[in-house]
Every structure is written in C-alpha cells, then in structure tokens.
C-alpha cells in the first residue's frame, strides 16, 4: 500500500502537467515587429521610423513626424510621438504598434536585403504596420502579401539570428 500512494502521487502531478501544457499554445507566434528584445532594427542614432510616430500610421491613417520632446525607449529603439496620448496608446500595446520587420522595406525583407524606407509609403495589413522603400515595393507586396510576408519574416529571423552571433 505505501509503494502504491507515492506512484498515485506521481501520476497526478504528471497529469496535472499534461493538462497544463494542453492549455498553452504549441508554439508562441514569432513577432517580427522588434519587440521582442535585442533585434534587427532599422534606426538612425537609434531612432525608429525615421522619428515618425508609430500609432499616428493607425490612428491617422498616415505618416506623421513624432515630437523629440515624447519618446519612449525600446528594445534599443527610440520612439517619437505627436502626443503624449500617443505615447500612452503605444505603451498599452508596443508590439501591436511597432513595425513589421524591424521597420525595413517588407518587400525588399522578402528578397533577403536590408533596405532602408520612405516613412510616407506604408501599409496597414491585417492590423499590422508595413513599411516600404518606395511606391513599387509597395505595389510588389501587394501582388501577394501572405507570400511576401512569409518570406520576408523567415528572411528577417534568419539575419537577427547572425546578428546575435555576433554579440
């Protein structure tokens, strides 16, 4: 009888274990957005966005030039924003607001370079920010965004992982 309770004890504990993991995701979505510690970053003396505020792209619907005087640091990135409302609305939910891609050309991504981008040429797709080089980027991304993307992210975390090969 005493051998017996120890392994009921042992099979519950794993049960529970088992359950809990039934619970959680397999496996956790990646975020190319940079939010997700030391990353690939597109920045300019570690300003983000050319300086142009991230939630002014959702809230506006258009490119606007971010405040020096409001910024918030992240993840080695330096965010401006119009206001302070701005700044408040971006630390409710960063990765939700920070661009795709470490903020480089999402079509250019998709073509394994790094390249720069114009803050003006963007896209809001499927609730994410996407910026671009130039207006035929941004045209080439439309031919197919699920593809573009999906190369674009495998592009992006293959060079953040050499990135961090050399830290």
Known sequence: MLKVLPRLAV?????L??????????HAQPTTSGGSGEALL???NTVAVHGYDPVAYFT????????KAI?????????????RANRYTFLKDAP???PQLG??????MAMGRLEDINPDIFLLYRGKLYLFKDEAAM???????????????QNFFKMASRKREYY
């Open 60 to 67: 506006e619907n258009r490119a606007v030039r971010g405040s």
């Open 71 to 83: 910024l918030e640091r992240l993840g080695g990135a330096t965010y401006y924003f119009r206001s």
């Open 96 to 98: 939700g607001y920070q």
């Open 11 to 15: 099979l519950g504990a794993i049960s």
């Open 42 to 44: 597109n920045l300019h």
């Open 17 to 26: 274990c088992l359950a809990a993991l039934a619970q959680a995701p397999l």
């Open 139 to 153: 045209a080439l991304f439309l031919n197919n965004p699920e593809r573009t993307i999906a190369e674009a992210s």
């Open 103 to 108: 903020g480089f050309c999402a079509t250019s």
